[in-house]
């Protein structure tokens, strides 16, 4: 293929995507398979000539798409949503045919630019202060782990990256349960160890399960005289399993009284505060020294794309940062290099995709968007309260709440059945000691009559079970 193929072949793709979301809704949102049954349409030796993209293409469009849980799908009610606007699909088009490879600025100029521009535009959308700084993640897993690595260089006086963990004192941090499993998953990575993750008591619901501030100071204090290291303290603003939500000012207050750093994982929820009227979930945030949010879930930029907002980017940059000379910048000693914040070396020009959606939208369309999907979630709540046998487990917090059917089983029953049938997709979580079905509400394209067929669709197959 050459790029006078590629022209053609990208017209011919476009219209393909225009055709597949048309005709979404006649899909089943998550496909009927078994594992494997895919791996057989497609298994084969590697091919040693080439094949006609005629062919190729031909083979996606048979195979692909029954086999993709789609998750533009207008009932797509699963997990949380991998919103893709469209400007932003066309903004990774032209991302990839640019294919570079921004991690320098001298490598990337208008992709390190841009970026600086589209954080600062979020920072100033979510109602954060204008000191706050940042940068872009793949997903808010990175930025997790990003946070965590500058607490434990902090608390070890920035020695761990270059002298290692052994002999290192024992360091501690401290989330609820109600925290992603990424929090885990960064303490071991990190060296720290996942058991020395303390999960710290919660309030019920009447106070959105967020951490006790007062069980915070008291375990915190138990292990320093324990001889143990606090090193920092992760908090939830609408966590995955049910929306659980710390209370930030409270906690980060009992945080900073110790000397402890705080990142807040707002990877859902944050897309929300857009609107002011639901920033009362996060008061006290302009406290906190880390914030992660994804764009990619409910406003639309395509995946992958997460912002992490620094109070101070410096403990982070001296944690992340490593620059040999063949990295050097010549003649521009403080350039900015967002690889020297994250992780990777390697970095996708992601702000583009930004970019394109904040100004094709506007924040006045998508705020009407995350209103829409809030006022749907609650109207969709009290018809699934109102069917016989189903009881509402977990209230809305925004858009995502929970519910049962009868007992455990027949709540599972019920999901496999829904799920099975195709018309919404629904996933599991434990809430209050029992097995309970989440419906989140967010999907980019849906609209209230396709919120309100999940409601349809549970009353047609509880009947049936």
């Not at 097995?435 to 049936?464: K, S, W």
């Amino acid at each position: 293929m050459d790029h006078d193929d590629l022209a053609h072949w990208s017209k011919r793709a476009a219209d393909w995507t225009r055709d597949y979301h048309a005709g979404l809704r006649d899909r089943p949102v998550r496909p009927d398979l078994e594992p494997g049954a895919f791996r057989k349409l497609i298994d084969g030796p590697v091919p040693e000539e080439p094949e006609s993209i005629e062919t190729i293409f031909d083979d996606f469009t048979r195979l692909v798409p029954d086999a993709m849980t789609h998750w533009q799908h207008p009932r797509f009610f699963a997990y949380f949503p991998a919103n893709a606007a469209p400007v932003s699909m066309l903004a990774e088009q032209l991302a990839n045919a640019m294919a570079g490879q921004a991690m320098l600025w001298q490598t990337a100029p208008a992709a390190n630019e841009m970026e600086a521009l589209v954080v600062d535009w979020m920072r100033n959308a979510l109602g954060l202060p204008g000191s706050f700084t940042g940068t872009i993640h793949d997903s808010a897993t990175t930025a997790t782990l990003t946070a965590v690595l500058t607490m434990r260089e902090k608390a070890l006086d920035f020695q761990g990256a270059t002298d290692g963990l052994s002999g290192a004192p024992r360091l501690r941090l401290y989330a609820s349960s109600h925290t992603h499993s990424s929090v885990d998953k960064a303490l071991r990575l990190s060296g720290i160890g996942q058991n020395n993750l303390v999960k710290v008591p919660t309030f019920g619901q009447d106070r959105r399960w967020s951490m006790d501030p007062d069980a915070l100071d008291r375990l915190i204090r138990d292990d320093v005289a324990a001889g143990m290291t606090p090193a920092g303290v992760v908090l939830a603003v609408g966590g995955t399993g049910i929306g659980a939500t710390d209370n930030p000012k409270d906690l980060i207050a009992v945080a900073h009284r110790h000397g402890l750093p705080v990142h807040v994982d707002a990877a859902w929820a944050g897309s929300a505060m857009i609107c002011p009227e639901f920033r009362d979930l996060w008061q006290g945030i302009e406290k906190a020294d880390s914030i992660a949010f994804n764009p990619h879930k409910w406003l639309g930029a395509q995946f992958d794309l997460s912002i992490q907002f620094l109070r101070d980017p410096a403990p982070q940059i001296r944690t992340m940062g490593l620059r040999p000379a063949y990295l050097e910048t010549l003649g521009q000693d403080e350039v900015v290099n967002y690889n020297e914040w994250t992780v990777p070396l390697g970095r996708r020009f992601r702000a583009l995709k930004l970019w394109f959606l904040l100004r094709s939208e506007g924040l006045a369309g998508l705020r009407s968007r995350i209103r829409n999907h809030v006022t749907w979630a609650r109207e969709a709540r009290d018809a699934i309260a109102a069917l016989p046998g189903f009881e509402i487990v977990t209230e809305p917090i925004l858009s995502l709440f929970t519910f049962c059917f009868q007992d455990d089983a027949r709540t599972a029953a019920l999901l496999e059945a829904v799920n099975r049938d195709g018309r919404i997709y629904l996933t599991q979580t434990q809430a209050e000691g029992r097995f309970v079905i989440r419906m989140q509400v967010g999907q980019f394209d849906c609209t209230r009559e396709d919120v309100m067929m999940a409601p349809e669709v549970l009353r047609d197959i509880a009947a049936r079970l």
